[in-house]
């Protein structure tokens, strides 16, 4: 096709109504929650609609706020850690295993992540829960006498999102191994390495890329996340979209919420900025192809 | 032959497994207490049973949450389908000042953390003075699945050599039947992919909804939240395999029924 030089039209009205749902239901509302978290919320129950640093002064100096964030953080770091931990070794026996069916390995280990996410938190409750099977076991072979009381704390909270996000991880991983040249770790090994120098010095390196990719997603959606803290947390281990979700949905104060949106916002907005900066995003999406 | 040490893919090959376990035990134990005879969701197991199974076909709530969820995931799967192969084409057949920018913009809704985008499209509608209402509910779950049917399809239109195109082109079919007859049909598999991508994640999604849905409404995901404020109970469990047998079902159909599509064309 020739006509580059006159100005075609077509891309832009087949990218149109994308735009248009983009503008519509995510730049315009995101400068909205902006607008809205300079509002003030009324005794009355409404918004006074102005310039109140107010909500902004609350979330900023508050030192609530501050201890929510950074224990959200921690527990995305903690995450992200156990998943690449456990991601690796597994992607890593997909990639370089000498069975058939890696496809098959793969697929299996896929599977959970199609599986509903609420159904897959509550199932730790019949795990660890009083008279779930971990107690149960324990108890029938004597080795405890009261069951015990393994749910609704940090660890718990922990473990719900490591199974939620660990899919995301392996893949990850899995594809950025898969892109390895074999005949470099065996030219590693002809020069005289050991197995495990190879690894470190070829096979590790090479997978970076992929590793960080999955350490982004997993971040970036375990620290965004209100819904296992609900289910599996305690009443301390609230995390910062469950703030947003009390102030939105319990309280109804609106511009409070918005402003803690806003803070999410950019502090996992800056991750993902500080990773596209040094790695590029299009890893991500090699990933979900 | 010597009896090695352990290996570093000795290692490898425990580590693994234990993965898988700690994958499936969750899952598995969810099936096998979904057949509990017992009135509680919990062990020890008092028999098997399918009674969890009949109350499940029984309870009005759950049912209309199953119909809710299924209409809202296939209206979703479909708009957000056709505005992602449209936004896919222009993106991958063109070439135009912004791209980049834009296809960042594209994504972007998997960049924004779901929690903030239901919030902002709240707020926008509460500007609006309009009530929550299923319409609010759909979009937000098409603004929400897009970018992942804009990366299936982008990527496999880029493997789709444009020489098809240009050559039917050439032979006199106008751009609109040369979609319809070319593109298309060698676009299907990562069409159906993403109509399969945006149906799970609608069908999934809780975090979302539990801000948008009008209130009455419920979908799967927010009526199993609601019954767990009580406490687990078998029925759950049992609303937990059927969920697991669809959702793992419908993707392995879906991959099946792509790989006989593209045999019976002869690859």
Known sequence: MSDAETRDMRPWALLSPALTAITLLLAIPTCFVVVYSFWLRTAAGDEQVGFYLDNWIEVLTDPFYRDVLLYTLKIGVITTICCALMGYPAAYFIAFSKMRNKAFLLLLLMLPFWISYIIRTMSWINILGVSGAVNYVLQSLGIVSEPLQMLYNEATVILGLIHFLLPFMVLNIYVSLEGIDPNLTAAARSLGSTPFQAFREVTLPLSLPGLAAGSLLCFVLGSGTYITPLVLGGPGDGMFANLIYDAIITQLNWPLGSALSIVLLIVLGAVVLLYNRYLSLGQISKGLG | ?267
């Open chain 2, 1 to 267: 032959m010597a009896v090695r040490a352990p290996t570093g893919w000795t290692f490898i090959k425990i580590a693994t497994v234990l993965t898988y376990v700690f994958m499936f035990a969750p899952v598995a134990v969810v099936m096998l207490l979904a057949f509990n005879a017992s009135q509680f969701g919990s062990f020890p197991m008092t028999g098997l049973s399918f009674r969890w199974f009949v109350e499940l076909a029984q309870n009005d709530a759950i049912i209309r949450a199953f119909k809710t969820s299924l209409l809202l995931g296939a209206l979703t799967a479909v708009i957000s389908t056709t505005i992602g192969v449209c936004a896919s084409l222009a993106m991958v057949r063109y070439d135009f000042p912004g791209k980049n920018l834009l296809n960042t913009a594209l994504i972007a809704p998997i960049l924004v953390p779901e929690v903030v985008l239901a919030v902002s499209l709240l707020l926008f509608l509460q500007f609006l003075s309009m009530p929550k209402n299923f319409v609010l509910l759909l979009l937000g779950h098409v603004i929400f699945t897009l970018p992942f049917v804009v990366l299936v399809v982008q990527a496999r239109l880029v493997g789709i050599r444009k020489e098809y195109e240009e050559a039917a082109l050439s032979l006199g079919a106008n751009p609109l039947q040369t979609f319809f007859q070319v593109t298309l049909p060698l676009l299907m598999p990562a069409v159906a992919a993403g109509m399969l991508f945006a149906f799970t994640i609608s069908f999934d999604d809780i975090t979302g909804t539990l801000f948008w849905k009008p209130p009455g409404v419920e979908t799967v995901p927010t009526q199993i939240f609601a019954m767990l404020r009580n406490s687990i109970s078998p029925e759950i469990n049992a609303l937990g395999t059927v969920m697991i047998l669809i959702t793992v079902a419908l993707p392995l159909t879906g991959a099946g029924l792509a790989r006989w599509l593209a045999s019976r064309r002869g690859g």
